[in-house]
C-alpha cells in the first residue's frame, strides 16, 4: 500500500476486517514498533545493577558514577518534545528510523568505551535516540490504528512492553554482568537495532507533509533548555538534598523557561506545541495520572530495591530476579489494558487502576525484618503491577484521543515527556523522604513512611484525575 500523499499526508491506518481484529499486516507492523519500545525500555535500567561494575572498568570516581544514568536521562527527557514536533515536520518514519540507527551506533560505542569521555558520549547519543524513538514510534502506532478498540489494544500491549522492559533490563543487566561483562549491556542492542533498520522500511507506511512549516526555534529552544535543567535539578536532589543550591538553582531556572515557553507558544505563528493544546483536560489530566503513575511506580521499585538489599541482604541478582513478578504483574495489566479500556472507559479504568496499585502499595507498610515477607512483597507488586499498567493504559489512550493524526506527534510528545520526567522525578523524591524518615543505620521506618507516601499518592493522582476527566465530559 502506497504512502498517502494528500495536502496534509497523513497516513491512512492500515485496513482492517473489523474494529476489533487486526490483519497481518497491522501484527507485523505493531510487533516492529512495540520490539523497537521494549528495546528502548531495556535501556533505562539494564546498566542501574551494573554500575559499579561500570565505574571500576572504566575509573569513574564514585561522585561521578551517578553521570552515567544522568547524561542519559538529560537527554533522553530534554529532547523528547522537539524530537515529538520533528516527527510531525520530517516524517515519522524517517525519524523512527534515523533514531533507531543512532541508538545502535551509541549501543555499540558504549560497549567498545576505553574511558569515561568516551562512555559518557555514548550515554547522551542513547539519550538523544530515545528522545527521538519514542515519540515517533508512539505517533507511528496512534496514526497506524484508528481510534477506538484496536488503538487501546496496541497502546495496552505497548504499555505492557514498556513496562516489561524496565523490568527486564534489570533482571538482563544483573545476568550480563555477572555471565559475562557489563559491555554486553550495551552490544546486545545492536542486532536487535539492525534488525529494526532493515525491516522498518518496507514495514512501515507514513506520508510526509507536502509543505513544511518552520520549526518554532524560540520554542523549541526554551522547552529544552528549561526540561534540561529541570531534569538536572531533579537527578540532583537524590544526592546533594532539595535545599542545596545544585538543586535549586536549576530547577527555578527551569521553571522560568518552562513558563516563558508558554508565553512563546501564545504568540507564535506556528507554535511547537499550540497553547490550545495544553489546554485540553483530556491531554492536561491524562499526563497529570501518567506522571503519578510513572512517579508512583519506578519510585517503589527503588524503595523495595533498598529493602531487599540494606534489609533481607539480597544481591543485586537476587534483587533483579524478585521484581520479575512486578514484570508479569504490568504485562498482565498492559495485555487486557486495552478491553477493560474498552469495555468500562478510560476514567473508570484510570480510577480502578490507580486504586488497586494505591492498595496494593499499602500492604506493603507491613514489611519487617525476616525473610518470610517476601511473599507479601512478591504478591503486592505482582497486583500493584496489574493496577499501574492499567493506569498508564488509560493515560495513553486519554492524552492522544479526540486529537487529529497530524497532532499525534504533539500528543506523544508530550505523553513520552511525562513518562521520563516521572521516571526521573521519583527516586529523589522517595529518597528524600527515606532521609528524614530513618532512624539512623535503620532505614526500615523510612521505607515504611515512604512507601504510604507512595501509596497516598497514587490514590490521590487516581482520584483528581478521574474526577476532572468526569467533569470535561
Do not use: C
Not at 212 to 229: I, K, N, Q
Not at 232 to 245: I, R
Request: aromatic content about 6%; hydrophobic content about 55%.
Amino acid at each position: 500500500m502506497a504512502a498517502t500523499t494528500t495536502a496534509t499526508a497523513t497516513p491512512t491506518p492500515l485496513p482492517t476486517a473489523s474494529p476489533h481484529r487486526m490483519t497481518g499486516r497491522q501484527r507485523l507492523l505493531l510487533t516492529l514498533l512495540l520490539g523497537a519500545q521494549f528495546m528502548v525500555a531495556v535501556d533505562f535500567s539494564i546498566l542501574n545493577v551494573a554500575l559499579p561494575e561500570v565505574g571500576a572498568g572504566l575509573g569513574f570516581s564514585l561522585a561521578n558514577l551517578q553521570w552515567i544514568a544522568t547524561a542519559f536521562a538529560l537527554s533522553a527527557a530534554g529532547f523528547t518534545l522537539l524530537f515529538g514536533r520533528l516527527a510531525d515536520l520530517v516524517g515519522r518514519k524517517r525519524l523512527f528510523i534515523g533514531g533507531m540507527a543512532v541508538l545502535g551506533a551509541s549501543s555499540l560505542l558504549g560497549g567498545l568505551a576505553t574511558g569515561p569521555g568516551m562512555l559518557l558520549t555514548a550515554r547522551v547519543l542513547q539519550g538523544l535516540a530515545t528522545a527521538a524513538v519514542t515519540p515517533a514510534g508512539l505517533a507511528l502506532l496512534t496514526t497506524a490504528f484508528r481510534e477506538g478498540p484496536q488503538r487501546e489494544r496496541a497502546l495496552g500491549l505497548n504499555g505492557a512492553l514498556m513496562s516489561a522492559g524496565f523490568t527486564a533490563g534489570a533482571i538482563l543487566g544483573g545476568l550480563l554482568t555477572s555471565l559475562l561483562s557489563w559491555r554486553f549491556a550495551f552490544l546486545i542492542n545492536v542486532p536487535v537495532a539492525a534488525l529494526v533498520v532493515a525491516l522498518a522500511p518496507r514495514m512501515i507506511q507514513d506520508g510526509r507533509p507536502s509543505d513544511r512549516p518552520r520549526l518554532d526555534l524560540p520554542g523549541a529552544a526554551s522547552v529544552t533548555a528549561g526540561l534540561l535543567l529541570l531534569v538536572f535539578g531533579l537527578t540532583q536532589a537524590g544526592e546533594h538534598g532539595w535545599t542545596a543550591p545544585v538543586t535549586l538553582l536549576p530547577l527555578i531556572a527551569g521553571a522560568v523557561l518552562v513558563v516563558v515557553f508558554w508565553f512563546v507558544e501564545k504568540r507564535a505563528a506556528q507554535p511547537l506545541v499550540p497553547t490550545a493544546l495544553l489546554k485540553r483536560r483530556t491531554v492536561v489530566w491524562g499526563n497529570t495520572a501518567g506522571l503519578v503513575a510513572f512517579v508512583t511506580e519506578t519510585s517503589l521499585v527503588f524503595l523495595l530495591t533498598l529493602y531487599l538489599q540494606k534489609v533481607l541482604g539480597y544481591s543485586p541478582l537476587m534483587t533483579g530476579l524478585a521484581f520479575g513478578v512486578l514484570g508479569l504483574g504490568t504485562v498482565l495489566g498492559g495485555t487486557f489494558g486495552g478491553r477493560v479500556v474498552g469495555r468500562i472507559g478510560t476514567r473508570a479504568t484510570l480510577l480502578t487502576g490507580g486504586l488497586v496499585q494505591a492498595a496494593a502499595t499499602a500492604t506493603l507498610i507491613a514489611l519487617g525484618a525476616s525473610g518470610g515477607w517476601i511473599v507479601l512483597l512478591l504478591a503486592a507488586t505482582f497486583v500493584g503491577g496489574v493496577g499501574n499498567m492499567l493506569m498508564i493504559v488509560a493515560f495513553m489512550v486519554t492524552a492522544t484521543s479526540g486529537l487529529p493524526d497530524a497532532d499525534q506527534g504533539r500528543a506523544t510528545g508530550i505523553a513520552t515527556m511525562t513518562q521520563q520526567v516521572g521516571i526521573t522525578l521519583g527516586t529523589p523524591i522517595m529518597s528524600a523522604v527515606v532521609i528524614a524518615s530513618s532512624a539512623g543505620a535503620d532505614v526500615l521506618p523510612g521505607l515504611r513512611v515512604a512507601i504510604g507516601v507512595n501509596a497516598a499518592l497514587a490514590a490521590a493522582g487516581a482520584v483528581l484525575a478521574s474526577a476532572a476527566l468526569k467533569r470535561a465530559r
